[in-house]
């Protein structure tokens, strides 16, 4: 069974920062690539950031030097660190592998697996 366990996030005020983490099980994940994908109620979902299994990376606009994507493939988990964070950041953040890859705007609406989603909130 596919499992993409997500922990961390919570509220911060501006300025603050977070990590966010997401565990997979279920699958042989070798060849996926990663991403954090995020949605504000009420909106549509976004690509935040993709890491492929080569390690190359690709970001939103908006998070480029704040947010950076990792990944340990021994163990099959997924980071995002996020620092300077806005209110603009308030979001419901999902973690997503997809076999296929690509640029962070690619991913939406189309991946393979998305995990159960994590809020993060914001204060000014």
């Known amino acids: 069974q596919v499992q993409l366990m997500q922990s961390g996030g919570g509220s911060v005020p501006a300025g603050g920062s977070l990590t966010l983490t997401c565990v997979a099980s279920?699958?042989?994940?070798?060849?996926?690539?990663w991403g954090w994908l995020r949605q504000v109620a009420g909106k549509r979902l976004e690509g935040v950031a993709v890491?492929?299994?080569?390690?190359?990376?690709d970001y939103v606009d908006s998070v480029k030097g704040r947010f950076t994507i990792s990944r340990i493939n021994a163990n099959n988990t997924l980071y995002l660190q996020m620092h300077n964070l806005t209110p603009e950041d308030t979001a419901m953040y999902y973690c997503?592998?997809?076999?296929?890859?690509?640029?962070?705007?690619?991913?939406?609406?189309?991946?393979?697996?998305r995990g159960q989603g994590t809020q993060v909130t914001v204060s000014s």
């Open positions: 279920g699958h042989s994940w070798g060849s996926y690539s």
């Open positions: 890491i492929d299994d080569d390690g190359s990376t």
């Open positions: 997503a592998a997809d076999v296929r890859g690509g640029s962070v705007a690619s991913w939406v609406p189309d991946y393979n697996y």
